[in-house]
């Protein structure tokens, strides 16, 4: 088989740091490395240093600009332990999947203010952000600005393609809720896994404790026993590690990624009407 054709893009986040501005403003900044045979790029290695709130911008920016395309998720918030070092390794590699399909997307990948994220320093973005709120309120706040749901006998009439669309949203649905009852039966696995490493501890704790306080040779014996639980205490704590990098985070990846793919489809319906009255309007207009 032939080898795959290097990719011209290639966007990688390293370096977690936490950042102590005070107890309520500390956060996670994140360093997105960029390597390109590009030409819409000057150089084609670079980095930026961003954090999480400016990758929500870029992903609002994506849905408000590309309104046809399926903007890839992004790791969900977490109100508690943000700066557990588990939690911090998994939104880098979320950030990291992230940015990597967006670099993959024919359409993102072409955007004038995706190449700015990956290249631009602070005050360029800054103006961007700004452009980008104008733009948003004279909308009325979204890309549909004043949209509603007002009827007409067109909007009543469903094309060949508004059927096709809803056959693709009743299939995600559907497989939405079977990846959601995947997900709830792995996290208890996930659960049990962790409380059998614990235990595990736990019994090899008491076992190491009781034997000081026998004699020499139940000492030895006991001590035994609770270095042996201790380890597979380790083994079982390191298969959960896997299980959840390699199983449980894929199964959510994927739930996200459903999401995407229905929030598509929303806004889809919400704008299709509209755009079907504008052409039949055209064309009175040209008769």
């Known amino acids: ?3 795959a054709a290097p990719a011209d893009l290639v966007i990688t986040i390293t370096d977690p740091i936490k950042n102590d501005t005070g107890a309520l403003n500390s956060f996670i900044s994140y360093k997105v490395n960029t390597e390109t045979t590009l030409d819409a790029f000057a150089d084609k290695q670079f980095s930026v240093i961003r954090r999480y709130s400016q990758f929500e911008w870029l992903r609002e920016y994506l849905r408000f600009k590309l309104p046809g395309v399926i903007v890839p998720p992004l790791p969900e918030k977490a109100l508690t332990g943000r700066f557990v070092p588990e939690f911090i390794e998994g939104r880098r590699r979320a950030l990291e999947r992230f940015m990597g399909r967006c670099g993959e997307h024919p359409f993102i990948r072409e955007d004038e203010t995706f190449r700015l994220f990956l290249s631009a320093d602070e005050d ?3 103006k961007a952000k700004a452009e980008l709120k104008k733009e948003q309120a004279s909308s009325g706040g979204s890309f549909f600005g004043s949209l509603t749901a007002a009827t007409s006998p067109l909007e009543k009439v469903k094309s060949e393609e508004d059927l096709k669309v809803e056959e693709v949203a009743a299939y995600v649905a559907n497989l939405d809720a079977q990846m959601q009852n995947v997900a709830k039966h792995t996290a208890a696995l996930m659960k049990r896994g962790k409380e059998l490493s614990q235990g595990l501890f736990d019994f090899g704790l008491a076992f190491t404790m009781l034997g000081q306080h026998e004699t020499e040779a139940l000492n030895g014996a006991l001590s035994s026993m609770g270095h042996t639980a201790d380890q597979l205490s380790l083994v079982a704590a390191d298969q959960v590690e896997k299980e959840t ?22 806004r889809r319906n919400q704008v299709g009407p509209r755009y079907a009255l504008g052409r039949q309007a055209k064309s009175r207009n040209q008769v």
Request: hydrophobic share 45%; glycine share 8%.
């Open 1 to 3: 088989m032939a080898d």
């Open 245 to 266: 990098r390699w199983f449980e985070e894929p199964i959510g990846d994927y739930i996200q990624l459903l999401g995407a793919v229905k929030e598509a489809v929303d």
């Open 124 to 126: 360029k973005l800054s």
